[in-house]
């Protein structure tokens, strides 16, 4: 069963940076692409950022510019680099495939931006 772990989340203030880690148990050139998504309280689950096989990449347009996502294929992880971070960003974090596995959300990493 495919699994995905994240880390890397934490408390920042208005403007700062975090890199957030997503560890797959399997050979993430199995998908297409791989995302990024966030819940914030009350929200629906949304996909931010995406890298596909070739290593193009999309962003949803609240964080074009800020964050940056990249992968390493040898080590089956997924990054997101998130500069310039406002409250807004406050969220759960998670990785997963595009399109989605249902079974292998994991439990996410808390992102916290205080103002």
């Known amino acids: 069963q495919v699994q995905f772990v994240e880390s890397g989340g934490g408390l920042v203030q208005t403007g700062g940076s975090l890199t957030l880690s997503c560890a797959a148990s399997?050979?993430?050139?199995?998908?297409?692409?791989m995302g990024w998504y966030r819940q914030a309280p009350g929200k629906q689950r949304e996909l931010v950022a995406n890298i596909n096989l070739a290593g193009n990449r999309n962003y949803a347009d609240s964080v074009k510019g800020r964050f940056t996502i990249s992968k390493d294929n040898a080590k089956n992880t997924v990054y997101l680099q998130m500069n310039s971070l406002k409250p807004e960003d406050t969220a759960v974090y998670y990785c997963?495939?595009?399109?989605?596995?249902?079974?292998?959300w994991g439990q996410g990493t808390q992102v916290t931006v205080s103002s």
């Open positions: 399997t050979l993430i050139i199995r998908f297409r692409a």
């Open positions: 997963n495939a595009l399109p989605n596995l249902n079974s292998a």
